[in-house]
T-cell receptor
Framework: GAVVSQHPSWVICKSGTSVKIECRSL??????MFWYRQFPKQSLMLMAT?????????EQGVEKDKFLINHASLTLSTLTVTSAHPEDSSFYIC???????????FGSGTRLTVV | DQQVKQNSPSLSVQEGRISILNCDYT??????FLWYKKYPAEGPTFLIS?????DKNEDGRFTVFLNKSAKHLSLHIVPSQPGDSAVYFC?????????????FGKGTRLSVIA
């Protein structure tokens, strides 16, 4: 139980285009989801906290206009990378607190490559 | 300032022996600690956790020890198996005041050699 489904698992896009990444909680309601980014051989860095029905809270240094987060329902949060640049190439992962003994569940991640 | 530190970027262990992965933290307000296992291009998978009110939690081959006075925790895997080879992240959560994100260490790459 407590599955978070993340799509797509990988995407290649051209510079200047936008890419949307979806995270769905399949068997629980997630009022809050977290979006992380991981660079090669680095830790998972929190980008923003996504709250259902309200604006996301962004970490310092994360551009709100570039990384648009929408959490319109209790089971879906989306991250849109707008006007993508090669430096946005990274591994993006979402997470939700399941309120269960195993704590936070992560999506399978999205590998974004901007060419 | 990194609040969760995993000072060993990598560790190699022979199959059948014990793997010990270490993690230090600086924030005394953390109340819950978790270990995640991660393969390349996949999301982290929950392994084991421990509340700050405990000093040990065991689940099969995995045991997590917490030393609050030293702000240190460790993950023991015994016996180690080749399938345990992955990156292990230590994570911590601030004392609950609503939904709070996890703070991660940089990870330790474990290689179990057959």
């Amino acid at each position: 139980g407590a599955v978070v489904s993340q799509h797509p698992s990988w995407v290649i896009c051209k510079s200047g285009t936008s890419v949307k990444i979806e995270c769905r909680s399949l068997d629980f309601q997630a009022t809050t989801m977290f979006w992380y980014r991981q660079f090669p051989k680095q830790s998972l860095m929190l980008m923003a906290t996504s709250n259902e029905g309200s604006k996301a809270t962004y970490e310092q240094g994360v551009e709100k206009d570039k990384f648009l987060i929408n959490h319109a329902s209790l089971t879906l949060s989306t991250l849109t990378v707008t006007s993508a640049h090669p430096e946005d190439s990274s591994f993006y992962i979402c997470s939700a607190d399941t309120d269960r003994s195993y704590g936070y569940t992560f999506g399978s991640g999205t590998r974004l490559t901007v060419v | 300032d990194q609040q969760v530190k995993q000072n060993s970027p990598s560790l190699s262990v022979q199959e059948g022996r014990i793997s010990i992965l270490n993690c230090d933290y600086t924030n005394s307000m953390f109340d819950y600690f978790l270990w995640y296992k991660k393969y390349p291009a996949e999301g982290p998978t929950f392994l084991i956790s421990i509340s700050s009110i405990k000093d040990k939690n065991e689940d099969g081959r995995f045991t997590v020890f917490l030393n609050k006075s030293a702000k240190h925790l460790s993950l023991h895997i015994v016996p180690s198996q080749p399938g345990d080879s992955a990156v292990y992240f230590c994570a911590a959560r601030l004392r609950n005041s609503g939904n709070t994100p996890l703070v991660f260490g940089k990870g330790t790459r474990l290689s179990v050699i057959a």
